[in-house]
């Protein structure tokens, strides 16, 4: 069966959203397979985020995924990947879409870096790349 890693990053954390992040996936129907509080290191996010680096949004981000702890999560279910991607919306949480995490639950708060609660993997490719580097 599929599996994928959610992140409650640390604005979702501080916030105290990680049960309504958990209570999302699991009415949708997916199952928890693996959780952890992880506070990450910069070698953890420069590998996790390697796509991005270069790009200008890439120091703020790693600044604010170590401004806190982080829930590392791995669920599992049909077509999960994509379905957990549906769950969060689209990136800006300004304009995800009302219905989503992002959307119900984010907003821009005029910092660096759009805080936006929730990762998830994009593809299988991803998945397991991702699983491999927070669930050693
Ligand atoms: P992740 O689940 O965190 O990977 O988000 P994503 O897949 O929806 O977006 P992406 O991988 O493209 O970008 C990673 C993170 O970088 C986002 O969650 C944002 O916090 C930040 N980011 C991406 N694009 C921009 C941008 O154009 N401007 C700014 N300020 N931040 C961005
Ligand atoms: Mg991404």
């Known amino acids: 069966v599929e599996e994928t890693l959610v992140l409650v990053k640390p604005d979702g954390v ?4 990680t049960g309504e992040i958990l209570r999302r996936i699991e009415a949708k ?3 928890l397979v693996d959780i952890r509080l992880v506070e990450a290191d910069l070698e953890l996010l ?3 985020y390697a796509e991005h680096q270069g790009k ?3 120091e703020p981000l790693l600044e604010f995924m170590q401004s806190g702890p982080i829930v590392a999560i791995r669920i ?3 077509r999960v990947i994509e379905g957990f991607r549906a769950l969060a919306g689209t990136t800006d949480p300004t304009t ?3 219905g989503t995490i992002r959307g119900d639950l984010g907003r821009d708060w005029g910092l660096k870096v759009q805080q936006n609660l929730v990762h998830g993997s994009d593809s299988p490719e991803s ?3 991702e699983l491999a580097l927070w669930f050693k």
């Open 14 to 17: 501080a916030r105290n959203l």
């Open 29 to 31: 129907g997916y199952q």
């Open 46 to 48: 420069t590998e996790h």
């Open 56 to 58: 200008p949004f890439f």
């Open 76 to 78: 599992a279910g049909h």
């Open 96 to 98: 995800a879409a009302p």
């Open 127 to 129: 998945a397991a790349r």
